[in-house]
């Protein structure tokens, strides 16, 4: 393997069951596969309505967006293999900006700044593709999915429907990533069992590309480490549901918060964020997508994207009893209480509720473990970059840090952080990150307006929170 042109990524064939999709794809002689499996999707029926045709496109969709983590290995071609026929411009425009985006970290971690992804390999005859399907109406004027992984953003979106009398069903799905897929469904199960979704519809996902050797075996490609796409690939998860039960709304719990960059790589002058598959940006590419190209009036959206995390953490109260079944960490579930996102949700947790819920989910003082000071501070932007995990913007993090350091939160790994030493602007910080915006990203507009005043609700508490602990200034906080 002497040249970068001699890489190609192939896709083969999907291998479909009742019950079970496998995507099968290889980066030269390296292959790699991965399973889906559904509780309440049968692909036989779903074929018999569409016609296999239409199935056989949603099918190679799914493989697109699993195969593209190995991409990871460099390829300078990708090849559709068996389906090169369903090839367009759209899709490899849309399958080049997930890429281009979501591996920026990747990207910039292995120094690749040359490298924008692999180039699609053309059929040499394109055929003419049906229009996109309709899904049926089946008698509700609302047949909302919410997408369910057991965070404090699935949280927040069940009380904001709840809340507007939107009722709503659930989508559990488990990763091997993450650990014995039993233990996922029943952390997600134990949170819902405090909301009022209705019927549950559970997806496994088994996949050996993210966590091989590959990278480690093969140095001749030149990159450290595999990455995956894993809210994308979760868009194209529930497809098959949204089919089957006639789910014309889907949504995902995923704020404003997202938009934020990590850095701006000097080498080529570009944001990089961590969350780009998560960004407004990237819901709106996938959701218009969607509609033009398969499925008409199936409305992927992100129902928390008018707010931000500030507002986020002030909606929970609505249900004190869900929060400590909240689970958020992709390193162990349910949490490892030593990673950015552990911190990150603690400490916003512990500034903004009282009544003893965050020691319900967690069994020790986050401040006080050595090794999160590193992490503390690049989220407030002391050092470094903000961390490449999920987690809000920094002016999020300095907020929580000041109200946990007010309410005499401290510990090892934030004794030396001296309050004064962030700079935050309490009445600028408020003006922007309170803000309820207008009707944002693919939100539908009705469902906007349903939940719009639990949304101001939720922003005014977050105000008058804040002004409980913080004094506004002209420049720094005073505490």
């Known amino acids: 393997m002497n040249s970068l042109m001699q890489t190609t990524l192939i896709f083969e064939e999907v291998h479909r069951a009742r019950r079970q999709l496998v995507f099968n794809y290889r980066v030269d002689e390296i292959a790699f596969s991965t399973a889906y499996w559904y509780d309440t999707v049968d692909f036989y029926a779903l074929e018999e309505r569409f016609g296999k045709p239409f199935m056989r496109r949603i099918y190679f969709h799914l493989l697109a967006f699993e ?48 490298y924008t992804g692999p180039h699609i390999l053309e059929p040499a005859e394109k055929a003419a593709l049906p229009a996109p399907v309709t899904l049926a ?6 047949k909302l999915l919410m997408m369910c992984g057991g965070g404090k953003d699935s949280l ?40 009022q979704a209705g019927k549950r519809h559970r997806g496994w996902v088994y996949d ?41 709304q889907v949504a995902l719990g995923i704020t404003r918060s997202t938009d934020e960059h990590n850095l701006v790589w000097d080498k080529t002058g570009e944001e990089i964020n961590y969350l780009w598959g998560m960004s407004t940006t990237a819901e709106k590419l996938l959701h218009d997508y969607i509609q ?6 199936l409305n992927f959206f992100h129902l928390l994207r008018p707010i931000y995390d500030l507002t986020v953490f002030n909606l929970l109260p609505g249900n004190l009893a869900a929060i400590p079944s909240a689970h958020s960490c992709a390193q162990e579930k349910p949490w490892c209480c030593r990673c950015p996102k552990c911190l990150y949700v603690w400490m916003h947790l512990a500034a903004y509720l009282d009544d003893g819920v965050v020691d319900k989910m967690f069994d020790k003082n986050l401040f006080d473990l050595p090794e999160n000071r590193a992490f503390l501070r690049k989220m407030l932007g002391l050092e470094g970059f903000k961390p490449a995990d999920c987690v809000g913007t920094v002016s999020e993090t300095q907020a929580a840090y000041l109200l946990c350091r007010a309410k005499g939160i401290t510990g090892r790994a934030a004794a030396d952080i ?12 408020l003006d922007t990150y309170s ?5 944002y990203g693919a939100i539908p507009e009705d469902l906007y307006e349903r939940i719009k005043p639990q949304l101001t609700a939720g922003a005014q508490r977050a105000r008058a929170y804040v002004r409980q602990f913080l004094t506004e200034t002209d420049a720094v906080v005073s505490i």
């Not at 690939?233 to 039960?245: D, N, R, V």
């Not at 803000?435 to 009707?439: F, K």
């Open 156 to 195: 927040a979106a069940s009380i904001l429907l709840e809340g507007a009398g939107i009722p709503y069903d659930a989508m559990i799905y488990s990763h091997n990533i993450y650990g014995q897929a039993q233990r996922q469904h029943d952390l997600i199960d134990g949170m819902l069992a405090h909301t």
């Open 67 to 114: 195969a593209n983590k190995a991409a990871s290995l460099k390829p300078a071609a990708l090849d559709l293999g068996p389906y090169q026929d369903l090839y367009t411009e759209q899709f490899a425009y849309l399958w080049g900006q997930i890429f281009f985006h979501v591996w920026g970290v990747w990207r910039y971690n292995n120094d690749i700044s040359d």
């Open 418 to 429: 001296d309050p004064g030493q962030i700079p935050l602007d309490v009445a600028a910080f």
């Open 292 to 297: 033009n190209e398969l499925v008409s009036n």
């Open 137 to 142: 109406e089946d008698g509700r004027a609302e």
């Open 208 to 248: 050996n590309a993210v966590d091989s050797p590959a990278a480690r075996l093969y140095p001749e490609y030149g990159v450290t480490h595999m990455l995956a796409a894993e809210t994308v690939s979760s868009y194209w998860t529930a497809l098959p549901i949204a089919l089957q039960h006639n789910y014309s």
């Open 435 to 439: 803000e309820v915006a207008p009707r």
